[in-house]
Structure formats: C-alpha cells, structure tokens
C-alpha cells in the first residue's frame, strides 16, 4: 500500500486541532489550579478523568498524522521548533512540571509553537 503524504491543507487542519487540544487542556489545568490543586503534581490521570485527554502522544492529533505516515514524513514541530521527543524540548519541559503552575506555564511555549505553525501553513 502506498504511504499517503500529508498535503499542506491536512497539517494546516491538524495543527488547528493540535491547538485546539492544548487550549483545552490548559482550561482544565486553570481549572485544577482555580480549585487551590495548582500545587498538586501534575499526572496524565488526573486530566483524563476530567477531560478524557491528556499531554501524550495518544491524543495529539499531530502525532495521530505523522505516525499514520509510517513516520516517513517530519512532523511540523520538529521540522520547525526542536521537537517534542528531546531533551529541553516544549513538550519535554511541560512533561517534566512539577506542579499544575508549572504545567500551565510551560505550555505557553507549546502554544506559541503551534501559533507560529498555524500562520506558516494558513496560506500555503
């Protein structure tokens, strides 16, 4: 079976999603911290048991792209930003809080990252 390579309109709906997904996660984040949790240690259980999703792989609709791909072709995040999967990376630095403060701090950069790949690819 021929591997099917992502036209720029796809990525350019995925990362809508992929934002979309981080945007929700943050209001349940928000909402962890509104609570008085912001202290607690964030865990992927936690959020899926509110919201049915979490930081993983699992649920972003870039990865769910990419890996469909065969990982033959690059996703955006790594073609443009350092990637998630290394050291001091967005996702690596979310992963690694220690708080739900943290959390929702460091996934500014994640949305910034995936603001800036929304422009790249809006007009293509």
Same mark, same amino acid.
């Given at each position: 079976?021929?591997?099917?390579?992502?036209?720029?309109? =796809?990525?350019?709906?995925?990362? &809508? *999603?992929?934002?979309?997904?981080?945007?929700?996660?943050?209001?349940?984040?928000?909402? &962890?911290?509104?609570?008085? +949790? *912001?202290?607690?240690?964030?865990?992927? !259980?936690?959020? %899926?048991?509110?919201? !049915?999703?979490?930081?993983?792989?699992?649920?972003?609709?870039?990865?769910?792209?990419?890996?469909?791909?065969?990982? !033959?072709?690059?996703?955006?995040?790594?073609?443009?930003?350092? *990637?998630? +999967?290394?050291? *001091?990376?967005?996702?690596?630095?979310? =992963?690694?809080? =220690?708080?739900?403060?943290?959390? %929702?701090?460091?996934? +500014?950069?994640?949305?910034? &990252?995936?603001? +800036?790949?929304?422009?790249?690819?809006?007009?293509?």
């Amino acid at each position: 079976m021929p591997v099917r390579i992502p036209s720029k309109q =796809s990525i350019y709906k995925v990362v &809508i *999603g992929s934002l979309e997904h981080w945007k929700k996660m943050r209001k349940c984040v928000r909402k &962890i911290i509104k609570s008085g +949790n *912001g202290m607690d240690r964030p865990t992927r !259980q936690v959020m %899926l048991e509110m919201i !049915q999703t979490d930081w993983s792989g699992e649920y972003c609709p870039l990865c769910a792209l990419f890996s469909g791909c065969g990982s !033959q072709f690059m996703c955006p995040i790594e073609q443009y930003a350092i *990637g998630c +999967n290394y050291s *001091g990376s967005a996702w690596r630095e979310v =992963s690694a809080r =220690s708080t739900w403060d943290g959390w %929702l701090f460091a996934s +500014n950069d994640i949305m910034r &990252i995936l603001t +800036n790949l929304k422009r790249r690819f809006k007009d293509v």
